[in-house]
C-alpha cells in the first residue's frame, strides 16, 4: 500500500486548515454584523415607485439592525447599472439591491456584465403591486366585451407603456397571446408621458399600476376593466380581478425585493430577511405602502429565489412569444 508524501499530508492539513480558517473568519462577520452602514442600491432616480419603497423600508430597517441604511439612488440602462454595482460589491452584507421585475427581464433582452442568477444571493421579496388594465371610455365597458370588439378589430387599438420590455408592455403582449387579440404598442418615456394620449383617445388602453392610474378612474377620465392579481385590491375593491371577468391564468404583479452579492454568508441574509419581515408589520410602514397600492410580502431567501425563477420563466415565455426585443 503506497503511503501518502509529507508534502501531501502537508498540503492537505494547509488546506483543511485555510478552510476552518475562512470558516470561523465568516461566522465571526455574520456574528458582528452589522458594524457599520448598508447601503442599499436604487436603479432609478429619487420619487419613483422603487425608491418611494426603498425609502419607506430603510428607517425601520436602520432601526431594527441597528445601523444607518442608506438609499443610494443609481439610475440608468433599465436597472443594470445598479445591479452590476451591487453584483461585483463585496460579499459582506453592506451592499444590497432593490429591484423589480424588470431585474429578471432586462438580461433575457440585453447583454450585461452580471447573471442575475449566478451573481447574486437572494434575500426577501418585500412588496408586491396589483397593475389594473383602463380603457378609454369610448371602449366597451367590460373585459369580455373588449375582448370580443379587440378580435374582431385586429389592429386598431393601440396600448401606451413606460417603454420596450417594461412590465406594461410584457402584461399586455401576455393578454393579447392569450386571448388571440393584436394590438399596437407605443412606448413613453414614462407611462406618465403617455396618459394625455390615452385621455384624448389617441392611445385606447394600458396596463400599468393601480396607484398611477386611481385618481384618473375618480375623474372618470379612463375605465378600469380588471386588476392582474390574483385576489381585488383595497384601492379598487369594485373592480374584478382577470379571472373573475372571464380571463383565467392571467396573474401579474409589480414585484420589488432585495438582492446581496453572491457569497453573502447566510447568517447574515437572513439577519437582513428577518428584519425586513419585521418592519413590514409596522403600522406605519404598512401606511406608507398602502398609500402607493403596494402590500407588503417579506418572503424568506428560498421562497425567493423560487419566485424569481417562476417570474424568469414566465416573462422569458411572453418576449418569445411576442419577439420583443430592445430597440
Known sequence: MKHPSRNAVFTALFALGTLSALTAATAAQAQNYPSRPIRMLCPIAPGGGLDVIARAIAPGLSENLKTSVVVDNRPGASGAIAMEVTAH??????????????????????????????????????????????VHPSLPGTLGDFLAYAKVN??????????????QQLSTELMSSMTGIKLIHVPYKGIGAGFPDLIAGRTQLTISSTASLAGLFRSKYLRPLAVTTAQRTPMLPEVPTMAEAGLQGFVVTQWHGLLAPAGTPKAIVDRVQQGVATILKSPDVLARLAADGTDPVGSTPAQFAAHMKSERAKWVKAINDAGITIQ
Open 154 to 167: 385586429p389592429g386598431k387599438l393601440t396600448y401606451g407603456s413606460s417603454g420596450v420590455a417594461s412590465l
Open 89 to 134: 460589491a463585496a460579499p459582506d452584507g453592506y451592499t444590497v439591491v432593490i429591484m423589480s421585475v424588470t431585474a429578471v427581464i432586462y438580461p433575457e433582452m440585453n447583454k450585461t456584465p452580471y447573471d442575475v442568477v449566478r451573481d447574486f444571493a437572494p434575500v426577501t421579496q418585500v412588496s408586491a403591486s396589483p397593475y389594473v388594465l383602463a
